[in-house]
């Protein structure tokens, strides 16, 4: 299942779209719906048995948009910068750290913490190796100029650290300006990738000099592109990208994971691949017949045909909760519709679309409804607050109409069933969704009849993933560095007009809950459909990740998820789950969970998939 660009397995993908499966998640067990076993052993296979096979074949609909780590926090493009680059380190099945260039971190009291690299990192390119050095001059000199001239969207993450200081060649300590003993369960470190800061000063100091353009000649430069700085840091290594075609990197004969704890047997002698492919193929069929022929190694199932793929011989299923929530976006930017900013008028769209026949009759009960920005999962979830739409009694067209006739501007007014605008003509909307699987556009076609059934008309346009992004959510700035909130929602817009944006999938940070005010607040970098908050969102995150008990944590956590399922920024729709399909003969080393494919380079194949 796709989703889009904020937060992950990769980085922590902020966003998911375009064909891609999450990671992030809540701690918890979860069984799958259908597979196998996944402990190592399982199936008669041991581990004795592992060898390097030639080929891991991993299908997606769409091309990725960035691939410098300054730049590529959507998922499918982390996908790709996640097969050179491991980055600091990561969460497991239990929520707790597991390692990667981190090797280690102490808490030293709620509002300081120190992280002590691995000895064996080296960077490609005679860089060196990396080095406390290296994370304190991407803090001082990435993450906290006041222009943000690499384009960097997560800054935001960063917002509670004073400094980041070398305390010996291989730890350098994070100091807090308030107490957060989970910090390290917090995207600030968590995925985090970094690039030499040997190979970055240059820039900056163009950058410094008035050149405005370095920080973009920085993120586009072919060592960056290429991967030439990557050194052993990651599992592969670069070989080509055939650009809307292939993306393909080689097995890292010096990879620095190998054989190392946790986990050792695991990483014995990963990846166990000679080389990983990433197809871009756009047509879910395509995708879904490669992988029922052998053709494929992995790619993730549509809701639609995940049930019947269980019971196929050829094919492995692994079904996981997701804490990536798919919205309809109200574009409330100047080149959106402008009632949109009326939260009556949002309310009353989101009334009107039906949730519960889009999980059960297009998603094939392989979703939940959603009505905030949370999973009921969450131990920060409160029903209490939370006001439902578009389920039950809150499904109420009829409703939703006098709603807009009462208040829309005066200019407005229904003539029969056709809603007018100032002019005398029927309001017509845009609704963009992405292509690649059939339920982004059965789905779609729902949300406009609905919306249709307002008096509105309603033009669909389908779009890949990766053009979602960069044309319809991101924004240039002052510095022509493309972002996906440049500021005023009354002078940056997205190059495409857009009025409602369908099959964008968000991480809700069930961990960290405060980060969504990246999404949410005024000023967040991420809050691409210009909301402004009616009530005080800010304070309220502020208060609740402050709480110095767990309790009133909850508390004010409960009053953001209200307030927003009051507020409507967008029509909260549905959690729908993550469906993986193997190839028969992979062997999988990881429980299912939400953090799910966290070990995915230590997985291997009982015989070669595509011999």
Request: net charge negative.
């Amino acid at each position: 299942m796709s989703h889009n660009r904020f937060a992950g397995v990769s980085r922590r993908a902020l966003v998911k779209a375009a064909g891609v499966a999450g990671l992030a998640g809540l701690a918890g067990c979860f069984d799958a719906d259908g597979g196998r076993s996944l402990e190592n052993g399982s199936d008669g296979v041991t581990l004795d048995q592992r060898e390097i096979h030639p080929e891991w074949v991993h299908a997606v609909s769409a091309e990725a948009s960035e691939l410098s780590p300054y730049r590529a926090t959507d998922y499918a493009s982390g996908l790709r910068t996640t097969l050179l680059l491991d980055g600091a380190y990561t969460l497991d099945e239990d929520d707790e750290f597991y390692s990667f260039w981190v090797e280690s971190y102490e808490n030293r009291g709620e509002e300081s913490y120190a992280f002590t690299l691995r000895d064996n990192l080296e960077w490609g390119n005679d860089y060196g190796q990396q080095t406390a050095d290296d994370w304190v001059w991407f803090y001082n000199h990435v993450v906290t100029p006041e222009e943000n001239w690499v384009g960097h969207p997560t800054r935001d993450d960063w917002s509670n650290v004073v400094s980041v200081e070398r305390e010996s060649e291989l730890t350098f300590v994070v100091d807090l300006e308030k107490p957060d003993p989970l910090f390290v369960r917090r995207p600030t470190m968590w995925g985090t990738q970094i690039l030499p800061s040997e190979l970055t000063k240059p820039y900056y100091e163009r950058w410094v000099d008035g050149d405005g353009d370095a920080g973009h000649e920085l993120n586009t430069a072919d060592e960056v592109l290429e991967f030439q700085y990557a050194g052993n840091l990651g599992p592969y290594t670069f070989d080509r990208r055939e650009i809307e075609d292939r993306f393909v990197v080689q097995r890292n004969d010096d990879y620095y994971r190998r054989g190392t704890e946790p986990d050792a047997d695991d990483w014995e002698d990963a990846p166990y691949f000679e080389r990983y492919v990433m197809r871009i193929l756009p047509e879910q069929s395509t995708r879904l017949a490669e992988l029922r022929t052998g053709g494929i190694t992995y790619t993730e199932l549509p809701a639609d045909e995940a049930h019947a793929l269980e019971n196929e011989s050829a094919v492995e299923t692994v079904t996981t909760p997701t804490p990536f929530l798919r919205l309809a976006a109200y574009n409330q930017r100047e080149n959106g519709w402008e009632p949109f900013r009326n939260q009556s008028v949002r309310q009353a769209f989101s009334m009107a679309v039906e949730k519960t026949s889009i999980v059960e009759n297009i998603f094939d009960g392989n979703a939940d409804v959603a009505h905030t920005f949370q999973p009921t999962y969450s131990e920060f979830y409160d029903d209490s607050h939370v006001r439902e739409f578009g389920e039950g009694e809150s499904y109420d067209p009829e409703a939703a109409r006098s709603i807009l006739e009462r208040e829309l501007p005066s200019a407005y007014g229904y003539d029969g069933d056709v809603l007018l605008d100032a002019e005398g003509s029927q309001v017509a909307l845009t609704l963009v969704y992405q292509t690649g699987e059939r339920v982004y556009r059965d789905s779609g076609r729902y949300i406009a009849a609905a919306i249709e059934d307002l008096g509105v008309a309603v033009e669909q346009r389908a779009v890949p993933g990766d053009v979602l992004l960069e044309r319809y959510a991101y924004q240039e700035s002052d510095s022509g560095i493309p972002t996906l909130n440049a500021g005023s929602r009354d002078r940056y817009t997205s190059d495409v007009e857009w009025d409602i944006m369908w099959s964008l999938s968000l991480n809700t940070f069930p961990r960290s809950p405060e980060n969504i005010g990246a999404f949410f607040t005024e000023a967040g970098t991420a809050n691409f459909m210009g909301y402004v908050p009616a009530g005080d969102l800010e304070g309220l995150l502020e208060e609740a990740a402050t709480a110095p008990d767990i309790e009133r944590r909850r508390e004010r956590f409960g009053e953001v998820f209200g307030l927003l399922s009051e507020e409507q920024p967008a029509n909260f729709m549905i959690f729908d789950n993550t469906i993986h399909g193997y190839h028969r003969n992979v062997v999988l080393t990881e429980p299912v969970s939400p953090s799910w494919g966290y070990k995915r380079h230590t997985y291997w194949a009982s015989e070669d998939p595509h011999g």
